[in-house]
T-cell receptor
Framework: EDKVVQSPLSLVVHEGDTVTLNCSYE??????LLWYKQEKKAPTFLFML????IEKKSGRLSSILDKKELFSILNITATQTGDSAVYLC??????????FGKGTKLTVNP | GAVVSQHPSWVICKSGTSVKIECRSL??????MFWYRQFPKQSLMLMAT?????????EQGVEKDKFLINHASLTLSTLTVTSAHPEDSSFYIC?????????????FGQGTRLTVV
């Protein structure tokens, strides 16, 4: 059965801290791994990773994929209160469906 | 990025009535769309895959007669919750990917908060 496991499930930090969110996956015919940020409504897209070892970066956020070890990390540097959200990791297999992890709830305190 | 629009964003209905939720891809055609359900403080659970011009594919445990899916055009999929009950109250979200599908990121609709009273 395909599965995605995220850790930690919850994280509380202070503004300015750097955080690392983890995602491991087991998906048949793996195609890509995606990160989303969910605040109050629908998830918004952050990154899509298909190749190992190539870091994707967007401002203070970055992500990398390790296809050998079957995991990905999402880094956020110099966190801000606006980064508070649930971060979802999803893996896509051969069927085009996305399998989501339970998410990491990040709280950034001022 | 691509735009997926979902309507309504929230709806309250009485037990026993049916509710239709629409999901539209505004600037691309989608032969496949996905419907998810999300309970409070939980992740997205895939309910079904909506296939344009053919029957939807439902995940295990999802009642196809209760959650009717119609994908009549390349830009519109609808989810109808039939004979709704309070336990159907949840957040429903659709997603679609621009072509080539399966190789691009999924974009989500705004979600629909359904409350059955």
């Amino acid at each position: 059965e395909d599965k995605v496991v995220q850790s930690p499930l919850s994280l509380v930090v202070h503004e300015g801290d750097t955080v690392t969110l983890n995602c491991s996956y087991e998906v048949t015919n793996f195609r890509s791994l995606l990160w989303y940020k969910q605040e109050k409504k629908a998830p918004t897209f952050l990154f899509m990773l298909t190749s190992s070892g190539i870091e994707k970066k967007s401002g203070r956020l970055s992500s990398i994929l390790d296809k050998k070890e079957l995991f990905s990390i999402l880094n956020i540097t110099a966190t801000q209160t606006g980064d508070s959200a649930v971060y979802l990791c999803a893996a896509q297999g051969g069927s085009e469906k996305l399998v989501f992890g339970k998410g990491t709830k990040l709280t950034v305190n001022p | 990025g691509a735009v997926v629009s979902q309507h309504p964003s929230w709806v309250i209905c009485k037990s026993g009535t049916s509710v239709k939720i629409e999901c539209r891809s505004l600037d691309f055609q989608a032969t496949t769309m996905f419907w998810y359900r999300q309970f409070p403080k939980q992740s997205l659970m895939l309910m079904a895959t909506s296939n344009e011009g053919s029957k939807a594919t439902y995940e295990q445990g999802v009642e196809k007669d209760k959650f009717l899916i119609n994908h009549a055009s390349l830009t519109l999929s609808t989810l109808t919750v039939t004979s709704a009950h309070p336990e159907d109250s949840s957040f429903y979200i659709c997603s679609a990917s621009p072509p080539p599908q399966g190789h691009t990121e999924a974009f989500f609709g705004q979600g629909t908060r359904l409350t059955v009273v």
